[in-house]
């Protein structure tokens, strides 16, 4: 049998993809939301497409704050924003 394939849907545009094709942000215990390389840290996750678009998109449409069930001020995204174009 073939092995099932994680998906998981983009806080952006909201289409469903394979979880080795988005990124994650994560909020960590401690309240940080971060970018999560690596995929494996702790904490509650998020995933987006790796488009700027999109993370317009889930900027404009509070995406995050929806997935972390918290308001995320400016900075944050600012921030995030910020190592999403370096990737």
Do not use: H
């Not at 998906?7 to 094709?21: A, D, L, N, P, W």
């Not at 449409?61 to 995320?72: A, M, T, V």
Request: proline share 2%; aromatic share 6%.
């Amino acid at each position: 049998m073939a092995k099932k394939i994680p998906m998981r849907q983009c806080i952006g545009c909201g289409e469903m993809k394979s979880k080795k094709e988005l990124i994650r942000i994560i909020r960590t215990p401690e309240g940080e939301i971060v970018l999560d390389k690596t995929g494996r840290q702790n904490g509650r996750g998020a995933y987006i497409c790796d488009d700027a678009e999109c993370f317009k998109k889930a900027r404009k449409n509070k995406g995050l704050e929806r997935s972390f069930k918290q308001s995320i001020n400016a900075e944050i995204y600012d921030a995030l924003e910020k190592e999403f174009t370096q990737t």
